[in-house]
């Protein structure tokens, strides 16, 4: 019982169970201490994330060897692959859907959050892109000079990275989720905002369950694996990524999960989910493409043209792909085809904004379990090809 009790995925409900309850007796000075541990706890769980991408991504690249340009090229495509099919899943839902449903937005009536005690910033070393791209060429370029020395300090500093997840990132996450879900249910996120989204989010919860299922079945197809022995480790993680809204925050609980599977070889894990975290955002580009389809129908009377969409849907591919995997990425990167292909004016923008911020939380987690099939794809990849990484 006592293992039971401090398993990660029941610490991880635990706060969002105690999160809720204390958000909805709270009073104003209490949430003062809680929104001020939530900024903290956010600047010390971001500021960890490039060291993590660089940690793992990198040494898994000189892994590779010779295949690494092949295995990363492979990664991209698979990756936008799966966002433009999501996309064009959403966009076909949403024609069929959209014109039979009523639907009335509205996002009043919600508690401000009070400020901050005392604002603590611990700017990230670099942004996670530039983390990104750096252990993508830094990687590339110690396979092609075979530097040696270099590669073993990637190994030593992964091995570091590996005891910060361990010791400060997974200890951190039930209490900075505790605290997250206790601002939404102080606002009134929870309780006033549900029904008024209820129906459009249960219709994208069950395209999200839909796509992951698609890409584990054909995962599974792929690989010649039991795509089940991945998708049952997952717990945690999409636990996490529904506390946190962040597919960077729960990189490292991710991590974890995917090792723990007996499918997945190590070294595409090690490669695959860090890199996969960055550039593949299946579950918030289909939620996307249905919301923006949605709130046209509301304020504008009418649905995008298809070609105007599948021009959306293609671009919005290729912008997930460098959106950051931090609560809003996807929207906030595809703001400018939002505005300029689908010419909504600021008060679309803003319902956009906020109808997607009320739901992030079930696109990350399919971001993050989505992952998981992907990198088996790449193991089976691998395995077809007989790509063997350094020992």
Same mark, same amino acid.
């Given at each position: ?24 007796? $709270? ?213 996490? $990524? ?150």
């Amino acid at each position: 019982m006592k293992k039971i009790m401090q398993s990660l995925p029941v610490r991880l409900l635990a706060g969002v169970i105690i999160g809720i309850l204390a958000g909805l007796v $709270a009073n104003e000075t209490f949430m003062n201490i809680i929104v001020t541990l939530k900024q903290v706890l956010g600047q010390i769980i971001t500021f960890c994330v490039p060291l993590i991408v660089i940690g793992f991504i990198a040494p898994s690249i000189t892994r590779l060897g010779k295949n690494a340009s092949r295995m990363l090229g492979i990664a991209l495509l698979i990756a936008y692959v799966s966002s433009i099919g999501a996309a064009l899943f959403a966009m076909t839902a949403g024609y069929t859907l959209i014109p039979h449903l009523s639907i009335v937005t509205s996002a009043e009536g919600l508690k401000a959050l009070p400020d901050v005690v005392f604002q603590l910033e611990i700017p990230q070393i670099m942004s996670v892109m530039s983390a990104l791209v750096f252990s993508i060429l830094i990687g590339l370029g110690v396979t092609w000079t075979k530097a040696v020395r270099t590669g073993e300090i990637l190994e030593e500093f992964q091995q570091i990275v590996l005891q910060i997840v361990t010791k400060v990132i997974i200890p951190l996450l039930p209490l900075f989720i505790a605290c997250t879900f206790c601002g939404l249910s102080y606002e009134g996120t929870i309780t006033k905002q549900f029904p008024v989204f209820l129906k459009v989010i249960i219709i994208v919860m069950i395209g999200h369950y839909l796509w992951m299922t698609l890409l584990y079945v054909l995962a599974g197809i792929y690989s010649g694996k039991n795509p089940m022995e991945v998708v049952r480790h997952y717990g945690p993680a999409y636990i996490t $990524a529904v506390g946190t809204m962040s597919s960077a925050a729960t990189l490292a609980v991710a991590l974890r999960c995917a090792k723990k599977s007996s499918v997945l070889r190590e070294d595409m894990v090690s490669f695959g989910v860090p890199l996969f975290a960055n550039i593949h955002l299946c579950g918030s580009v289909l939620t996307e493409v249905f919301f923006v389809m949605t709130i046209s129908q509301i304020l504008y009377g009418k649905i995008p043209s298809l070609g105007t969409m599948i021009l959306f849907c293609l671009l919005l591919g290729i912008f997930a792909i460098g959106a950051p995997g931090v609560p809003g990425g996807t929207v906030m990167a595809s703001l400018g085809l939002i505005t300029g292909i689908l010419l909504f004016d600021d008060t679309g923008t803003a319902l956009m904004l906020t109808i997607f911020a009320l739901q992030d939380s079930f696109g990350t987690a399919c971001n993050v379990t989505g992952d998981g099939a992907l990198t088996l794809m790449l193991t089976g990849y691998a395995e077809k090809h007989h790509i063997a990484g350094k020992q």
